[in-house]
């Protein structure tokens, strides 16, 4: 059985026809191209190189960038270390400084104390300490060379601190009012009793030979009584901090309101001050008086 191979061919009329359509089609192009086509096709070639150019310029931003953001980031640095270091000067500037600072508020209100009580007041300052030992006090730079004598009380604006013990030359020391030996004539502010102020240590102290009957409350402030000639009346010891019953007379315990532990200037009064002080008298001011038929 034989098979038969067709061959395609195109006819001449098919010939024709394709030829008819590309002349068609040419002259198509022709009149939609118009007489300069150059133009027409650089469009083309321009709008099928924009995505490609679009991705090389982001390309380009997003590497300057990267570059941008590592050199500010080097400045970054840069700049905060120079900004450590500033801060560093600054905070050892402030420590050194700092003792000069709490010096100066410390005159600042002893100044203002001094004009409060109207004494003949002297200040000193506080160069070493041994309150940490059980018999310890404070030890001033000025002794007799400013006058200075056993039994002078010892003040800061906070409250009391004790007394003069002991005067040598250019030196003395205190006896804080919250050591064993040391004893304050007090009072309560609120129904003024009197009794004595024995120190416990640690900045705390028992109120003795109060009766049990007198009623006092925890925060109550104690203030000296006079009593001793060492302080006049009125000056702040500390406030109540516990309260007990005991077999003959009240235990009253305070906190003394003086830093005992953080002085760097004191003021010492006369000895044997008066029991009573009274602030200085301000005059009021006087009104100009008018005169008769002024307005």
């Known amino acids: 059985m034989a098979i038969r191979v067709s061959r395609w ?11 008819l359509i590309v002349l068609w089609l040419g002259h198509g192009v022709w009149v939609f191209l118009g007489p300069n086509p150059a133009r027409h096709w650089t469009r ?20 300057a960038a990267r570059r941008d953001s590592g050199r500010s980031l080097a400045e970054l640095r840069a700049d905060n270390g120079r900004l450590a270091m500033d801060l560093a000067q600054l905070r050892t500037r402030a420590a050194q400084e700092a003792p000069r600072f709490a010096e100066a508020d410390a005159a600042v209100q002893l100044l203002g104390l001094k004009q409060q009580i109207p004494l003949e007041l002297k200040a000193a300052r506080v160069i070493f300490s041994t309150r940490p030992a059980t018999f310890g006090g404070l ?12 039994d002078q009380g010892v003040l800061v604006p906070e409250g009391i601190v004790g007394r003069l013990w002991s005067v040598s030359a250019t030196q003395s020391k205190v006896l804080p009012a919250d050591a064993p030996n040391a004893s304050v004539a007090v009072m309560l502010m609120r129904s003024r009793a009197t009794g004595v102020l024995q120190g416990l240590g640690s900045g705390r102290a028992l109120v003795r030979y109060l009766s049990n009957q007198e009623v006092v409350q925890v925060g109550e402030a104690v203030l000296t009584s006079g009593l001793d000639r060492v302080f006049p009346r009125g000056l702040l010891v500390g406030y109540v901090a516990e309260v007990a019953q005991g077999d003959l007379e009240l235990q009253v315990v305070l906190n003394l309101a003086a ?33 008769r038929g002024a307005p």
């Open 9 to 19: 061919r195109w006819s001449r009329a098919a010939w024709q026809r394709l030829i």
């Open 44 to 63: 083309l070639a321009d709008a099928l190189s924009r995505p490609s150019q679009g991705l090389a310029s982001r390309w380009e931003g997003w590497r």
């Open 139 to 150: 030890f001033l730079d000025r002794g007799a060379d400013l006058g200075l004598v056993p």
């Open 259 to 291: 830093p005992l532990d953080r002085l760097s200037s004191v003021l010492l009064l006369p000895p044997q001050p008066p029991i009573e002080v009274q602030p200085p008298f301000l005059a009021p001011e006087q009104k100009p008086q008018r005169k």
